[in-house]
Protein backbone atom coordinates (compact mmCIF):
# COMPACT_ATOMS: atom_id res chain seq x y z
CA UNK A 1 0.00 0.00 0.00
CA UNK A 2 1.59 3.56 -1.03
CA UNK A 3 2.02 6.10 1.48
CA UNK A 4 0.15 9.98 0.43
CA UNK A 5 2.35 12.64 -0.42
CA UNK A 6 3.38 14.46 3.10
CA UNK A 7 2.72 18.31 3.32
CA UNK A 8 6.56 19.16 2.14
CA UNK A 9 6.34 16.91 -0.52
CA UNK A 10 2.97 18.26 -1.57
CA UNK A 11 4.61 21.79 -1.38
CA UNK A 12 7.56 20.45 -3.75
CA UNK A 13 4.90 19.20 -6.45
CA UNK A 14 2.60 22.57 -6.39
CA UNK A 15 5.69 24.36 -6.82
CA UNK A 16 7.44 21.93 -9.71
CA UNK A 17 4.38 21.60 -11.65
CA UNK A 18 3.91 25.56 -11.87
CA UNK A 19 7.62 26.31 -12.28
CA UNK A 20 7.90 23.77 -15.34
CA UNK A 21 4.43 24.71 -16.96
CA UNK A 22 6.01 28.31 -16.89
CA UNK A 23 9.45 27.76 -17.96
CA UNK A 24 9.44 24.76 -19.77
CA UNK A 25 6.39 24.59 -21.93
CA UNK A 26 5.71 22.81 -24.74
CA UNK A 27 6.84 25.87 -26.91
CA UNK A 28 10.16 25.95 -25.77
CA UNK A 29 10.80 21.96 -26.32
CA UNK A 30 9.91 23.36 -29.91
CA UNK A 31 12.08 25.91 -30.03
CA UNK A 32 14.43 23.74 -29.04
CA UNK A 33 14.18 20.94 -31.30
CA UNK A 34 13.76 23.64 -34.65
CA UNK A 35 17.23 25.04 -33.07
CA UNK A 36 18.68 21.66 -32.64
CA UNK A 37 19.64 22.51 -29.17
CA UNK A 38 18.94 19.39 -27.01
CA UNK A 39 18.32 21.34 -23.90
CA UNK A 40 18.47 25.21 -22.51
CA UNK A 41 21.41 25.78 -20.31
CA UNK A 42 19.64 28.65 -18.54
CA UNK A 43 16.41 26.42 -17.47
CA UNK A 44 18.92 23.70 -15.98
CA UNK A 45 20.45 26.31 -14.26
CA UNK A 46 17.25 27.34 -12.79
CA UNK A 47 16.24 23.92 -11.83
CA UNK A 48 19.46 23.53 -9.95
CA UNK A 49 18.88 26.91 -7.68
CA UNK A 50 15.12 25.82 -7.06
CA UNK A 51 17.08 22.64 -5.72
CA UNK A 52 15.11 20.18 -7.77
CA UNK A 53 18.64 18.71 -8.99
CA UNK A 54 19.39 17.58 -5.30
CA UNK A 55 16.27 16.27 -3.92
CA UNK A 56 17.54 12.87 -3.53
CA UNK A 57 21.08 14.30 -2.01
CA UNK A 58 21.50 14.37 1.15
CA UNK A 59 21.43 17.67 3.13
CA UNK A 60 25.24 17.48 4.26
CA UNK A 61 26.47 16.88 0.63
CA UNK A 62 24.85 20.17 -0.24
CA UNK A 63 21.11 18.51 -1.54
CA UNK A 64 17.63 19.06 0.22
CA UNK A 65 17.74 15.49 1.22
CA UNK A 66 13.71 15.03 0.94
CA UNK A 67 14.59 11.59 -0.89
CA UNK A 68 13.49 9.71 -3.72
CA UNK A 69 9.71 10.19 -3.69
CA UNK A 70 10.05 13.82 -3.71
CA UNK A 71 12.49 13.33 -6.73
CA UNK A 72 9.88 11.33 -8.16
CA UNK A 73 7.10 14.15 -7.84
CA UNK A 74 9.98 16.39 -9.65
CA UNK A 75 10.45 13.85 -12.76
CA UNK A 76 6.53 13.63 -13.03
CA UNK A 77 6.25 17.56 -13.27
CA UNK A 78 8.93 17.78 -15.46
CA UNK A 79 7.16 14.60 -17.20
CA UNK A 80 4.06 16.89 -17.91
CA UNK A 81 5.27 19.34 -20.46
CA UNK A 82 8.74 17.26 -21.54
CA UNK A 83 10.47 19.68 -20.23
CA UNK A 84 14.14 18.84 -21.70
CA UNK A 85 16.74 19.17 -19.12
CA UNK A 86 19.54 16.81 -17.34
CA UNK A 87 17.21 16.56 -14.53
CA UNK A 88 16.74 12.82 -15.04
CA UNK A 89 20.05 11.58 -15.78
CA UNK A 90 21.72 13.85 -13.15
CA UNK A 91 19.66 14.38 -10.59
CA UNK A 92 18.41 11.01 -10.68
CA UNK A 93 20.74 8.69 -12.24
CA UNK A 94 24.26 10.31 -11.21
CA UNK A 95 22.91 10.75 -8.14
CA UNK A 96 22.11 7.33 -7.32
CA UNK A 97 25.50 5.83 -9.07
CA UNK A 98 27.55 8.19 -6.52
CA UNK A 99 25.04 7.22 -3.51
CA UNK A 100 24.97 3.20 -4.36
CA UNK A 101 28.32 2.94 -5.15
CA UNK A 102 30.96 6.15 -4.36
CA UNK A 103 33.05 6.19 -1.90
CA UNK A 104 33.42 8.75 0.86
CA UNK A 105 35.38 10.70 -1.32
CA UNK A 106 33.81 10.70 -4.77
CA UNK A 107 30.54 11.28 -2.97
CA UNK A 108 32.23 14.67 -1.32
CA UNK A 109 33.15 15.53 -4.26
CA UNK A 110 30.44 14.86 -6.77
CA UNK A 111 27.44 15.04 -5.24
CA UNK A 112 27.49 18.64 -3.97
CA UNK A 113 28.35 19.39 -8.19
CA UNK A 114 25.20 16.90 -9.11
CA UNK A 115 22.93 19.01 -6.29
CA UNK A 116 24.64 22.18 -7.87
CA UNK A 117 23.70 21.15 -11.33
CA UNK A 118 27.88 22.65 -11.85
CA UNK A 119 27.86 19.15 -13.84
CA UNK A 120 25.74 16.68 -15.64
CA UNK A 121 26.31 13.23 -15.67
CA UNK A 122 25.19 10.05 -18.49
CA UNK A 123 24.88 6.30 -17.75
CA UNK A 124 26.55 4.87 -20.68
CA UNK A 125 25.62 1.18 -20.53
CA UNK A 126 23.96 -0.54 -23.37
CA UNK A 127 25.64 -1.38 -26.59
CA UNK A 128 23.42 -2.17 -28.67
CA UNK A 129 19.12 -1.32 -29.56
CA UNK A 130 18.19 -3.61 -27.18
CA UNK A 131 18.74 -3.56 -23.16
CA UNK A 132 20.78 -6.58 -21.95
CA UNK A 133 22.16 -5.61 -18.43
CA UNK A 134 24.30 -9.35 -18.79
CA UNK A 135 26.15 -8.79 -22.49
CA UNK A 136 28.75 -5.74 -21.57
CA UNK A 137 31.50 -6.22 -23.69
CA UNK A 138 33.22 -2.60 -23.09
CA UNK A 139 36.34 -3.22 -21.59
CA UNK A 140 38.27 -1.89 -19.10
CA UNK A 141 42.02 -2.87 -18.51
CA UNK A 142 44.68 -1.96 -15.93
CA UNK A 143 47.48 0.68 -16.72
CA UNK A 144 49.67 1.21 -14.41
CA UNK A 145 47.83 2.94 -11.97
CA UNK A 146 45.08 3.73 -13.78
CA UNK A 147 42.72 2.01 -16.28
CA UNK A 148 42.26 2.09 -20.25
CA UNK A 149 38.59 1.88 -21.36
CA UNK A 150 38.17 0.67 -24.99
CA UNK A 151 34.49 -0.53 -26.17
CA UNK A 152 30.93 1.70 -28.02
CA UNK A 153 28.03 2.60 -26.05
CA UNK A 154 24.66 2.92 -28.04
CA UNK A 155 21.91 5.82 -27.30
CA UNK A 156 23.29 7.06 -24.28
CA UNK A 157 20.64 9.66 -22.89
CA UNK A 158 22.05 13.25 -22.51
CA UNK A 159 25.28 11.59 -23.97
CA UNK A 160 25.70 14.17 -26.39
CA UNK A 161 25.79 16.92 -23.97
CA UNK A 162 27.00 15.88 -20.35
CA UNK A 163 30.39 17.01 -19.10
CA UNK A 164 30.84 13.41 -17.29
CA UNK A 165 29.81 10.01 -18.42
CA UNK A 166 28.95 7.01 -16.59
CA UNK A 167 30.37 4.06 -17.60
CA UNK A 168 29.83 0.23 -17.26
CA UNK A 169 32.53 -1.99 -18.48
CA UNK A 170 34.19 -5.52 -17.27
CA UNK A 171 37.47 -4.52 -15.53
CA UNK A 172 40.34 -6.75 -15.65
CA UNK A 173 44.34 -6.41 -15.25
CA UNK A 174 45.00 -7.80 -18.59
CA UNK A 175 43.86 -7.59 -21.99
CA UNK A 176 42.71 -11.05 -22.42
CA UNK A 177 41.41 -11.92 -19.16
CA UNK A 178 37.93 -11.78 -17.98
CA UNK A 179 36.94 -9.43 -15.33
CA UNK A 180 34.17 -7.99 -13.13
CA UNK A 181 31.54 -5.36 -13.78
CA UNK A 182 31.96 -1.62 -12.75
CA UNK A 183 30.90 1.75 -13.52
CA UNK A 184 33.93 4.38 -13.96
CA UNK A 185 33.34 8.46 -13.70
CA UNK A 186 35.02 9.42 -17.07
CA UNK A 187 35.15 13.44 -18.58
CA UNK A 188 33.39 13.51 -21.52
CA UNK A 189 36.56 15.80 -23.01
CA UNK A 190 38.86 12.49 -21.88
CA UNK A 191 41.02 12.30 -25.21
CA UNK A 192 40.02 9.07 -27.37
CA UNK A 193 36.37 9.79 -26.08
CA UNK A 194 34.51 10.23 -29.00
CA UNK A 195 30.10 11.53 -29.08
CA UNK A 196 28.20 11.26 -32.37
CA UNK A 197 24.36 12.80 -31.73
CA UNK A 198 21.52 11.04 -32.78
CA UNK A 199 18.71 12.22 -34.21
CA UNK A 200 15.69 10.47 -32.04
CA UNK A 201 12.21 10.86 -32.88
CA UNK A 202 11.94 13.10 -28.96
CA UNK A 203 14.65 15.55 -30.14
CA UNK A 204 17.10 15.00 -26.76
CA UNK A 205 20.99 15.01 -26.77
CA UNK A 206 20.32 11.19 -27.12
CA UNK A 207 24.63 10.03 -28.82
CA UNK A 208 26.24 7.12 -29.30
CA UNK A 209 29.61 6.80 -27.58
CA UNK A 210 33.00 5.58 -28.56
CA UNK A 211 36.12 4.62 -26.36
CA UNK A 212 39.84 4.26 -28.07
CA UNK A 213 42.41 3.84 -25.57
CA UNK A 214 40.52 6.51 -23.10
CA UNK A 215 42.81 6.55 -19.84
CA UNK A 216 41.80 7.37 -16.65
CA UNK A 217 43.05 6.82 -12.88
CA UNK A 218 42.14 4.66 -10.06
CA UNK A 219 39.77 7.53 -8.62
CA UNK A 220 37.48 7.15 -11.45
CA UNK A 221 36.29 3.57 -10.31
CA UNK A 222 33.46 4.02 -8.56
CA UNK A 223 33.91 2.70 -5.09
CA UNK A 224 37.58 1.17 -5.80
CA UNK A 225 38.66 -2.11 -6.14
CA UNK A 226 36.40 -3.06 -3.19
CA UNK A 227 33.29 -2.50 -5.59
CA UNK A 228 34.71 -4.35 -8.10
CA UNK A 229 31.89 -7.05 -9.52
CA UNK A 230 29.34 -5.43 -7.46
CA UNK A 231 26.78 -6.36 -9.81
CA UNK A 232 23.45 -5.86 -7.23
CA UNK A 233 24.59 -2.25 -6.52
CA UNK A 234 24.68 -1.63 -10.38
CA UNK A 235 21.48 -3.38 -10.84
CA UNK A 236 20.48 -0.69 -7.95
CA UNK A 237 21.05 1.96 -9.82
CA UNK A 238 19.62 0.92 -13.01
CA UNK A 239 16.42 0.50 -11.14
CA UNK A 240 16.36 3.71 -9.79
CA UNK A 241 16.96 4.86 -12.98
CA UNK A 242 13.68 2.81 -14.36
CA UNK A 243 11.85 4.37 -11.47
CA UNK A 244 12.73 7.94 -12.08
CA UNK A 245 11.43 7.28 -15.80
CA UNK A 246 8.49 5.87 -14.76
CA UNK A 247 7.78 9.11 -12.91
CA UNK A 248 8.62 11.15 -15.59
CA UNK A 249 6.41 8.71 -17.84
CA UNK A 250 3.30 9.03 -15.61
CA UNK A 251 3.91 12.72 -15.60
CA UNK A 252 3.75 12.95 -19.13
CA UNK A 253 0.76 11.16 -19.51
CA UNK A 254 -1.25 12.19 -16.91
CA UNK A 255 -0.65 15.87 -18.82
CA UNK A 256 -1.66 13.51 -22.31
CA UNK A 257 -5.14 12.36 -21.08
CA UNK A 258 -6.42 15.87 -19.38
CA UNK A 259 -5.33 17.15 -23.39
CA UNK A 260 -7.53 14.96 -24.60
CA UNK A 261 -10.78 14.79 -22.17
CA UNK A 262 -10.27 18.82 -22.89
CA UNK A 263 -10.17 17.81 -26.23
CA UNK A 264 -13.31 15.44 -25.97
CA UNK A 265 -15.49 18.35 -24.22
CA UNK A 266 -14.88 20.62 -26.77
CA UNK A 267 -14.78 19.02 -30.09
CA UNK A 268 -18.56 18.77 -31.52
CA UNK A 269 -19.91 16.60 -34.21
CA UNK A 270 -23.85 16.05 -34.90
CA UNK A 271 -24.23 18.74 -32.81
CA UNK A 272 -22.81 17.70 -29.14
CA UNK A 273 -19.71 16.94 -27.74
CA UNK A 274 -17.87 14.46 -28.74
CA UNK A 275 -16.78 13.01 -25.37
CA UNK A 276 -21.17 12.87 -25.23
CA UNK A 277 -20.91 9.06 -27.43
CA UNK A 278 -20.42 6.13 -24.64
CA UNK A 279 -18.03 4.19 -27.05
CA UNK A 280 -15.21 7.27 -26.47
CA UNK A 281 -16.20 7.76 -22.95
CA UNK A 282 -15.11 4.05 -22.72
CA UNK A 283 -11.74 4.44 -24.09
CA UNK A 284 -11.61 7.56 -21.40
CA UNK A 285 -12.41 5.39 -18.90
CA UNK A 286 -9.63 3.04 -19.77
CA UNK A 287 -7.00 5.39 -19.59
CA UNK A 288 -8.11 6.78 -16.53
CA UNK A 289 -7.95 3.26 -15.05
CA UNK A 290 -4.00 2.39 -16.45
CA UNK A 291 -3.06 5.98 -15.18
CA UNK A 292 -4.35 5.12 -11.77
CA UNK A 293 -2.89 2.04 -11.51
CA UNK A 294 0.58 3.21 -13.12
CA UNK A 295 0.40 5.60 -10.01
CA UNK A 296 0.28 3.53 -7.55
CA UNK A 297 2.71 1.24 -9.31
CA UNK A 298 5.01 3.90 -9.25
CA UNK A 299 4.84 5.73 -6.10
CA UNK A 300 5.34 2.05 -4.05
CA UNK A 301 8.32 1.69 -6.19
CA UNK A 302 9.41 5.52 -5.13
CA UNK A 303 8.70 4.39 -1.15
CA UNK A 304 10.44 1.33 -1.14
CA UNK A 305 13.51 3.15 -2.19
CA UNK A 306 13.08 5.43 0.55
CA UNK A 307 12.03 3.16 3.69
CA UNK A 308 15.22 0.70 2.02
CA UNK A 309 17.51 3.48 3.31
CA UNK A 310 15.36 4.91 5.95
CA UNK A 311 12.96 2.66 7.29
CA UNK A 312 12.66 0.56 9.80
CA UNK A 313 12.06 -2.55 8.04
CA UNK A 314 15.04 -1.64 5.47
CA UNK A 315 16.14 -5.36 4.36
CA UNK A 316 12.43 -5.98 3.48
CA UNK A 317 12.10 -2.71 1.16
CA UNK A 318 15.40 -3.10 -0.27
CA UNK A 319 14.67 -6.39 -1.26
CA UNK A 320 11.03 -5.55 -2.98
CA UNK A 321 12.83 -2.33 -5.02
CA UNK A 322 13.64 -4.75 -8.21
CA UNK A 323 10.47 -6.25 -8.56
CA UNK A 324 9.08 -2.48 -7.85
CA UNK A 325 10.73 -1.16 -10.64
CA UNK A 326 10.24 -3.03 -13.29
CA UNK A 327 6.31 -3.11 -12.27
CA UNK A 328 6.67 0.63 -12.19
CA UNK A 329 8.48 0.43 -15.35
CA UNK A 330 6.69 -1.93 -17.55
CA UNK A 331 2.97 -0.53 -16.22
CA UNK A 332 4.27 3.19 -16.85
CA UNK A 333 5.43 1.99 -20.61
CA UNK A 334 2.09 -0.10 -21.49
CA UNK A 335 0.00 3.10 -19.77
CA UNK A 336 1.89 6.04 -21.68
CA UNK A 337 1.84 3.88 -25.17
CA UNK A 338 -1.75 3.41 -25.10
CA UNK A 339 -2.81 7.27 -23.76
CA UNK A 340 -0.09 8.67 -26.96
CA UNK A 341 -2.16 6.10 -29.12
CA UNK A 342 -5.54 7.47 -28.40
CA UNK A 343 -4.61 11.07 -27.69
CA UNK A 344 -3.38 10.83 -31.42
CA UNK A 345 -6.38 9.44 -32.76
CA UNK A 346 -9.29 11.02 -30.58
CA UNK A 347 -7.86 14.21 -31.91
CA UNK A 348 -8.60 13.23 -35.08
CA UNK A 349 -6.88 14.21 -38.38
CA UNK A 350 -4.98 17.42 -36.24
CA UNK A 351 -3.46 14.71 -34.07
CA UNK A 352 -1.23 13.72 -37.04
CA UNK A 353 0.45 16.80 -37.73
CA UNK A 354 3.23 18.13 -35.99
CA UNK A 355 1.18 21.24 -35.46
CA UNK A 356 -0.26 19.58 -32.71
CA UNK A 357 0.89 18.89 -29.00
CA UNK A 358 0.05 14.87 -29.09
CA UNK A 359 2.59 14.00 -31.52
CA UNK A 360 5.10 15.16 -29.06
CA UNK A 361 3.83 13.39 -26.71
CA UNK A 362 4.09 10.05 -28.90
CA UNK A 363 7.58 10.67 -29.75
CA UNK A 364 8.64 10.89 -26.23
CA UNK A 365 7.09 7.88 -25.46
CA UNK A 366 8.65 5.37 -27.72
CA UNK A 367 11.98 6.51 -26.81
CA UNK A 368 11.05 6.07 -22.89
CA UNK A 369 9.29 3.12 -23.52
CA UNK A 370 12.60 1.41 -24.72
CA UNK A 371 15.03 2.62 -22.38
CA UNK A 372 16.55 0.42 -19.50
CA UNK A 373 13.94 -2.13 -20.80
CA UNK A 374 10.48 -1.74 -22.53
CA UNK A 375 7.56 -3.68 -20.78
CA UNK A 376 8.21 -7.25 -22.37
CA UNK A 377 11.57 -6.90 -20.71
CA UNK A 378 10.16 -6.41 -17.69
CA UNK A 379 7.73 -8.49 -17.61
CA UNK A 380 10.24 -11.36 -18.49
CA UNK A 381 12.68 -9.67 -15.37
CA UNK A 382 9.46 -10.26 -13.03
CA UNK A 383 8.58 -13.46 -13.79
CA UNK A 384 12.45 -14.48 -13.11
CA UNK A 385 12.58 -12.26 -9.51
CA UNK A 386 8.96 -14.72 -8.54
CA UNK A 387 11.37 -17.84 -9.78
CA UNK A 388 9.19 -18.51 -12.86
Not at 219 to 242: N, T
Request: charged share 20%.
Amino acid sequence: MTRPLTEDQKLLQDSAREFFADRAPLTALRAGRDAGRPHDPVLWREIAELGFAGAAVPEESGGSGMGWRALGVVLEAAGRTLAASPLTQTGCVGVAALRTLGDDTQRARWLPALAAGTCTMALAFDESAHHAPSRIAMRAVREGDGWRLDGQKRFVPDGATATHILVAATAATTADAAGPLALFLVEASASGLTRQPLSMADSRGMADLGFAGVRVGNEALLGGSARLGDVAAIERVLDIARIGLAAEMLGAADALLVMTLDYLKQRRQFGQPIGAFQALQHRAARMFVDLELTRSCVAAALDALDDAETGRAAAEASAQVPGLASLAKARAADTLHLVSNEAVQLHGGIGMTDAHDAGLYLKRARVLETLYGSAGWHRDRSARLEGY
